[in-house]
Nanobody
Protein backbone atom coordinates (compact mmCIF):
# COMPACT_ATOMS: atom_id res chain seq x y z
CA UNK A 1 0.00 0.00 0.00
CA UNK A 2 0.99 3.57 -0.62
CA UNK A 3 0.00 6.31 1.79
CA UNK A 4 -0.09 10.00 0.95
CA UNK A 5 0.29 12.91 3.33
CA UNK A 6 -0.43 16.43 2.14
CA UNK A 7 0.89 19.56 3.78
CA UNK A 8 1.41 23.23 3.09
CA UNK A 9 -2.13 24.51 3.24
CA UNK A 10 -3.16 27.49 5.27
CA UNK A 11 -4.58 30.99 5.26
CA UNK A 12 -3.20 33.47 2.74
CA UNK A 13 -4.26 36.85 1.46
CA UNK A 14 -5.57 37.56 -2.01
CA UNK A 15 -2.59 37.55 -4.38
CA UNK A 16 -0.42 35.42 -2.12
CA UNK A 17 1.34 32.14 -2.74
CA UNK A 18 1.45 28.68 -1.23
CA UNK A 19 3.23 25.45 -2.00
CA UNK A 20 1.42 22.22 -1.27
CA UNK A 21 3.33 18.99 -0.80
CA UNK A 22 2.16 15.41 -1.17
CA UNK A 23 4.57 12.85 0.24
CA UNK A 24 4.17 9.17 -0.59
CA UNK A 25 5.34 6.36 1.65
CA UNK A 26 4.84 2.64 2.12
CA UNK A 27 5.41 0.14 -0.66
CA UNK A 28 8.03 0.78 -3.32
CA UNK A 29 6.24 1.72 -6.49
CA UNK A 30 6.70 2.87 -10.01
CA UNK A 31 5.16 6.30 -10.35
CA UNK A 32 2.80 6.76 -13.27
CA UNK A 33 0.65 9.81 -12.62
CA UNK A 34 -0.30 12.25 -9.90
CA UNK A 35 -2.98 14.85 -9.68
CA UNK A 36 -4.06 17.65 -7.43
CA UNK A 37 -7.79 18.10 -6.97
CA UNK A 38 -9.82 20.54 -4.93
CA UNK A 39 -13.25 20.71 -3.42
CA UNK A 40 -14.86 23.94 -2.34
CA UNK A 41 -17.84 23.99 0.03
CA UNK A 42 -20.99 22.96 -1.77
CA UNK A 43 -19.16 22.08 -4.96
CA UNK A 44 -17.93 18.93 -6.62
CA UNK A 45 -14.30 17.91 -6.47
CA UNK A 46 -12.43 19.19 -9.50
CA UNK A 47 -9.10 18.39 -11.07
CA UNK A 48 -6.52 21.15 -10.79
CA UNK A 49 -3.30 19.75 -12.24
CA UNK A 50 -1.62 16.50 -13.28
CA UNK A 51 1.90 15.24 -13.83
CA UNK A 52 2.94 11.99 -15.48
CA UNK A 53 5.93 9.74 -14.94
CA UNK A 54 7.38 11.18 -18.12
CA UNK A 55 7.17 14.67 -16.66
CA UNK A 56 4.27 15.89 -18.73
CA UNK A 57 2.20 18.41 -16.82
CA UNK A 58 -1.20 19.93 -17.28
CA UNK A 59 -3.03 22.61 -15.34
CA UNK A 60 -6.75 23.00 -15.70
CA UNK A 61 -9.00 25.98 -16.21
CA UNK A 62 -8.77 28.96 -13.93
CA UNK A 63 -5.54 27.71 -12.36
CA UNK A 64 -3.69 27.82 -15.66
CA UNK A 65 -0.92 30.39 -15.62
CA UNK A 66 -1.00 30.65 -11.83
CA UNK A 67 -0.40 27.10 -10.59
CA UNK A 68 2.33 24.65 -11.51
CA UNK A 69 2.81 21.02 -10.56
CA UNK A 70 6.16 19.36 -10.05
CA UNK A 71 7.67 16.20 -8.60
CA UNK A 72 10.77 15.26 -6.64
CA UNK A 73 11.16 11.60 -7.53
CA UNK A 74 13.98 11.07 -5.02
CA UNK A 75 11.67 12.15 -2.20
CA UNK A 76 8.49 10.61 -3.63
CA UNK A 77 6.86 13.98 -3.30
CA UNK A 78 4.58 15.93 -5.61
CA UNK A 79 4.14 19.68 -5.27
CA UNK A 80 1.52 22.20 -6.26
CA UNK A 81 2.92 25.71 -6.52
CA UNK A 82 0.13 28.24 -6.28
CA UNK A 83 0.70 31.90 -7.12
CA UNK A 84 -1.65 34.87 -7.43
CA UNK A 85 -4.16 33.13 -5.23
CA UNK A 86 -7.75 34.33 -5.28
CA UNK A 87 -10.61 33.87 -2.82
CA UNK A 88 -12.23 31.48 -5.30
CA UNK A 89 -9.24 29.16 -4.88
CA UNK A 90 -10.41 28.47 -1.34
CA UNK A 91 -10.97 24.73 -1.03
CA UNK A 92 -9.67 21.50 0.43
CA UNK A 93 -6.88 20.30 -1.83
CA UNK A 94 -6.30 16.57 -2.32
CA UNK A 95 -3.53 14.73 -4.06
CA UNK A 96 -3.93 11.45 -5.89
CA UNK A 97 -1.10 9.20 -7.00
CA UNK A 98 -1.35 6.22 -9.30
CA UNK A 99 1.30 3.68 -10.08
CA UNK A 100 2.41 0.08 -9.85
CA UNK A 101 3.62 -1.67 -6.72
CA UNK A 102 7.02 -3.12 -7.63
CA UNK A 103 6.77 -6.24 -5.45
CA UNK A 104 3.36 -7.39 -6.69
CA UNK A 105 3.01 -5.70 -10.07
CA UNK A 106 -0.41 -4.54 -9.00
CA UNK A 107 -1.72 -1.10 -9.74
CA UNK A 108 -2.90 1.35 -7.13
CA UNK A 109 -4.49 4.74 -6.79
CA UNK A 110 -4.12 6.46 -3.45
CA UNK A 111 -5.61 9.66 -2.07
CA UNK A 112 -4.36 11.94 0.63
CA UNK A 113 -6.45 13.27 3.47
CA UNK A 114 -6.63 16.80 2.08
CA UNK A 115 -5.24 20.13 3.15
CA UNK A 116 -7.27 23.31 3.57
CA UNK A 117 -6.38 26.39 1.57
CA UNK A 118 -8.18 29.60 2.48
CA UNK A 119 -7.64 32.82 0.55
CA UNK A 120 -8.94 35.96 2.19
CA UNK A 121 -10.01 39.01 0.24
Amino acid sequence: QVQLVESGGGLVQDGGSLRLSCAASGSIFRFEVAGWHRQAPGKQRELVATITGGGRTNVEGAAKGRFTISRDSAKNTVFLHMNSLKPEDTAVYYCNVGGVIVRTGGGFSSWGQGTQVTVSS
